[in-house]
């Protein structure tokens, strides 16, 4: 079946702009997450949804960051003023529950490269 | 989360068994052992997981000791496919939305 899909796959901007990254779970997932992957570190959890909880924001690094699901499925992750910091790979992955016993299930990610 | 030791990296033979080890000494008793790859350029790939028995499904088989103090993930026959960074994650109840918490890994390279 489909996985989970992100888009663009890849995303070149200008430090300054502002930058939406898109993920669509997998169909039926409730939990939604992003992580970020800097180059040659581990991930770095951002942010999670679990249906229509308030979403669970403590890994986000600044007030640039923010992100959405809307209709409890599609996401976006959202960059304002990007710096060249916030270069990295972005990844989703959504479960079917939330639940320690219920694996998450990964995108390939966005690249994001800030000029 | 309790916290995982593993190797930075192991070559493996190809068409043989790859046996990666990890140790979780401090887990408590409704803690997940989790094993994830990550293949170069790929998002994270679910392997497999287990709480205190062990587990097999069509890619890897997971055998945790009894104290539960360490696991070892089993590639039945290794292939060049199978070169990447494999992530275990002991993984809490408690952690908010039970987000995973992703270490250094061990890189295996197989040849």
């Known amino acids: 079946g489909a996985g989970v899909s992100q888009s663009p796959s890849n995303k070149v901007t200008e430090k300054g702009k502002d930058v939406e990254l898109r993920c669509d779970p997998i169909?039926?997932?409730?939990?939604l997450y992003w992580y970020r992957q800097s180059l040659g570190q581990g991930l770095e959890f951002l942010i999670y949804f679990q249906g229509n909880s308030a979403p669970d924001k403590s890994g986000l690094p600044s007030d640039r960051f923010s992100a959405e699901r809307t209709g409890g499925s599609v996401s976006t992750l959202t960059i304002q003023r990007t710096q060249q910091e916030d270069s990295a790979v972005y990844l989703c992955?959504?479960?079917?529950?939330?639940?320690?016993?219920?694996?998450?299930?990964f995108g390939n990610g966005t690249r994001l490269t800030v000029t | 989360d309790a916290k995982t030791t593993q190797p930075t990296s192991m070559d493996c033979a190809e068409g043989r068994a790859a046996n990666l080890p990890c140790n979780h000494s401090t887990i408590s008793g409704n803690e997940y052992v989790y094993w994830y790859r990550q293949i170069h350029s790929q998002g994270p790939q679910y392997i497999i997981h287990?709480?205190?028995n062990n587990e097999t499904n069509e890619m890897a088989s997971l055998i945790i000791t009894e104290d539960r103090k360490s696991s070892t993930l089993i590639l039945p026959h290794a292939t060049l496919r199978d070169t990447a960074v494999y992530y275990c994650i002991v993984r809490h109840d408690k952690a908010a939305g039970n987000k995973l918490t992703f270490g250094g890994g061990t890189r295996v390279l197989v040849k």
């Open positions: 169909s039926g997932h409730t939990a």
């Open positions: 992955a959504s479960s079917s529950r939330i639940g320690v016993n219920s694996p998450l299930h």
């Open positions: 287990g709480l205190k």
